[in-house]
């Protein structure tokens, strides 16, 4: 697994490593946060895929609403690698994929750019107590991902793994950002490869940001 603190945006964590990795984070923080300005530059609206692997949702997905500009970010190199060269045969102006963790993202993420719908598919599901803390879910993430979303931005979160999916409603009922809602279709577009390798076995939710955040 990709260590997430080369990621963390915290200031303290310079104290905690050595200055040569600390600057060697910086500069790829710097390229990251580059990259994203130069991809989003006349962007004022995006739909972003968390954990978006081999992006064969976000490819799918694309095309299939080509006036959405859309962003695939995933901590794994190799995956993004594949999700590109998806993208590139396609032939897609619309999608794109960068290398990055989640709430590194919605740090380096300019401003003026707003998110309008967020996906995070069959997440890592992390089931023992002591991995709780690598989920994507967390209830500083909500807080991250509500202050960069559109207001009535919406979460999708789909996953095998039932307890996934409660741990994510207990967050979201106690978030004030954020609540769920009945009011939505889920576009069935493709599968993912993980959708696949459960047989398609899943569980679905849709929070909504509340209107007056
Ligand atoms: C189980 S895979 C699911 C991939 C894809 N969504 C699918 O359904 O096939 C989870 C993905 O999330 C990525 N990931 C895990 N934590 C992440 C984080 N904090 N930020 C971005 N990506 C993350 C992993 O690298 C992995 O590719």
């Not at 859309?70 to 190799?78: E, F, H, L, P």
């Not at 769920?180 to 959708?195: A, G, K, L, M, R």
Request: hydrophobic fraction near 30%; glycine fraction near 4%; proline fraction near 6%.
């Amino acid at each position: 697994m990709t260590k997430l603190y080369i990621h963390s945006t915290d200031p303290g964590i310079a104290e905690k490593i050595k200055p040569e990795v600390y600057q060697k984070i910086l500069e790829r923080r710097r390229h990251t946060q580059e990259l994203i300005g130069e991809t989003l530059e006349n962007t004022e609206t995006i739909t972003l895929e968390i954990g978006c692997g081999h992006g064969h949702f976000l490819t799918e997905y694309g095309k299939r609403f080509p006036n959405e500009i859309c962003v695939g970010i995933d901590v794994n190199r190799g995956r993004i690698y594949k999700a590109r060269r998806k993208v590139e045969r396609a032939l897609l102006t619309n999608v794109h994929f960068i290398e990055c963790e989640s709430l590194e993202f919605l740090a380096l993420l300019p401003d003026k750019i707003r998110i309008q719908k967020t996906w995070i598919l069959y997440p890592d599901p992390w089931p023992k107590k002591r991995h709780l803390k690598n989920r994507i879910i967390q209830a500083k993430f909500l807080e991250a991902l509500g202050k960069k979303c559109k207001q009535q931005g919406r979460l999708y979160l789909r996953s095998d793994y039932e307890p996934y999916l409660e741990w994510s409603s207990e967050l979201i009922a106690e978030s004030p950002n954020w609540e769920p809602t009945d009011d939505y279709e889920w576009p069935e577009i493709t599968t993912t490869v993980f959708q696949e390798l459960t047989d398609n076995r899943h569980f679905s939710m849709v929070a909504q940001l509340e209107p007056s955040k």
